[in-house]
């Protein structure tokens, strides 16, 4: 059993910077692949991100390739997405997710509650 709290959403202005953290509870973060998904309000929950159990894979969705960064810290159970050059149309709620498999459709086994991230124009 994973359990996943966000934190670090907010509002910032177009071109400014963000960072959300994913705390983990439980012995097995560092066996799980890490996702960080986003769904605006009327939209289908997207993928963002995914980093591997050890940190050496990342995939990025084409939208957000070159601006966002995730990273992982196994001894502190957090995963990461750094959010730069924000524009409105990333405005959602952000979603970490832990699963055994990479993926880049939200089949995960385990789900944070969320953080709003609001990017104004």
């Known amino acids: 059993q994973v359990q996943l709290v966000e934190s670090g959403g907010g509002l910032v202005q177009a071109g400014g910077s963000l960072r959300l953290s994913c705390a983990a509870s439980?012995?097995?973060?560092?066996?799980?692949?890490m996702g960080w998904f986003r769904q605006a309000p009327g939209k289908e929950r997207e993928f963002v991100a995914a980093?591997?159990?050890?940190?050496?894979?990342?995939f990025y969705s084409d939208s957000v390739k070159g601006r966002f960064t995730i990273s992982r810290d196994n001894a502190k159970n957090t995963v990461y997405l750094q959010m730069n050059s924000l524009k409105p149309e990333d405005t959602a709620v952000y979603y970490c997710?832990?699963?055994?498999?990479?993926?880049?459709?939200?089949?995960?086994?385990?789900w944070g509650q969320g953080t709003q991230v609001t990017v104004s124009s």
């Open positions: 980093i591997s159990e050890s940190g050496s894979s990342k």
């Open positions: 997710a832990a699963n055994r498999m990479i993926r880049t459709t939200p089949e995960y086994d385990y």
């Open positions: 439980g012995r097995t973060f560092r066996s799980h692949v």
